[in-house]
């Protein structure tokens, strides 16, 4: 079954990361169908990983003509978008059972850019093999760490097959692909299998069916357009070095009535001790979002709002 993209036909390397070239792509999701993102007018979107990813079909649901331009780190991918090289990135910013990916929240912070969606994706594994492999003959799977950790029932209960850690889910089936080794597999997305010419041994392998990533639209912040139906905020804040900052700038956010749906730290490079918070709030009003960030000012070394978007549902 195709996806509608077509590879490139360049020998793929291996073991090292996604080819930076842009590919125009056409998501499809489980019933084949072409995903029904909001058009772009062939908006060149940076991703981190292989065409194929979970990342991928993320961008393709939030801009469903986007030119995706792939890229082996996400440090290159937010380069890419300052540089003006594309016009916006799709970052994996949390997922419900690993958690955050800490990286892209200080990306978000030291880059000059500003998030301007959020879409959820539910996240569903799969055991690939090339054309005519039986599962039988698999003693070696590849992916991601983190999805080589949400499918250990699965590689439980198949005790032959050992697992090794890749780059990418995506770059995982590449990989299996172009070797053509019939004792090897990889977990990835439906979606990588059909890009690539893969087969599906195993579908949804993964231990826990609650699981799903968010991920952010985001955009150079002289590009950035705010939704007018925006109604969800994520900031960033390190308080003063003194006894009970923490605590009084998080009592003048509760006095407002916002609602804080995620508070996180991150250690501030160079600085032992001190840390960087991130939060996620909803808003009331557009009012609520200019005194949310008034309020915390006070108690701050330093405040920057990272964007304002729709709640994904």
């Not at 905020?233 to 804080?260: H, Q």
């Amino acid at each position: 079954m195709s996806s509608g993209v077509i590879p490139d036909e360049s020998p793929l390397s291996l073991w090292y990361g996604a080819r930076k070239q842009s590919t125009q792509a056409t998501a499809v999701n489980a019933a084949g169908n072409r995903q029904a993102g909001e058009s772009g007018a062939g908006m060149k979107i940076a991703i981190q990983g292989e065409p194929g990813s979970f990342s991928h079909e993320a961008a393709m649901n939030l801009v469903s003509d986007a030119v995706i331009v792939p890229f082996s780190l996400s440090a290159d991918a937010f380069s890419a978008l300052t540089k003006g090289a594309v016009d916006a990135a799709v970052i994996p910013i949390e997922n419900s059972l690993a958690g955050s990916v800490s990286e892209h929240f200080d990306l978000l912070l030291s880059h000059d850019v500003k998030v301007t969606r959020e879409a959820l994706l539910r996240i569903r594994h799969n055991l690939i093999a090339i054309s005519g492999t039986s599962i039988g003959e698999i003693d070696r799977v590849f992916s991601h760490p983190v999805a080589l950790a949400q499918c250990r029932r699965f590689l439980a209960n198949h005790p032959k097959m050992e697992s090794f850690a890749f780059y990418d889910t995506a770059g995982s089936v590449k990989q299996l692909v172009e070797l053509r080794d019939r004792h090897a597999a990889a977990i990835a997305s439906e979606a990588a299998a059909h890009y690539y010419g893969a087969d599906i041994l195993g579908a949804g392998i993964e231990d826990n069916p609650e699981n799903f990533t968010r991920f952010f639209l985001v955009r150079r912040t002289a590009d950035a357009v705010v939704d007018p139906e925006s109604n969800k905020v994520s900031l960033a804040f390190s308080v003063e070095n003194r006894p009970g900052s923490l605590v009084s700038a998080l009592s003048d956010l509760s006095g407002l009535g916002t609602n804080l749906t995620k508070i996180e730290s991150r250690p501030v490079h160079g600085r032992p001790w001190e840390y960087i918070f991130y939060v996620d709030y909803q808003l009331h009003s557009a009012e609520e979002g200019m005194q949310a960030v008034d309020a915390l000012r006070p108690h701050c070394a330093m405040v920057k709002e990272l964007g304002r978007y729709r709640e994904a549902r």
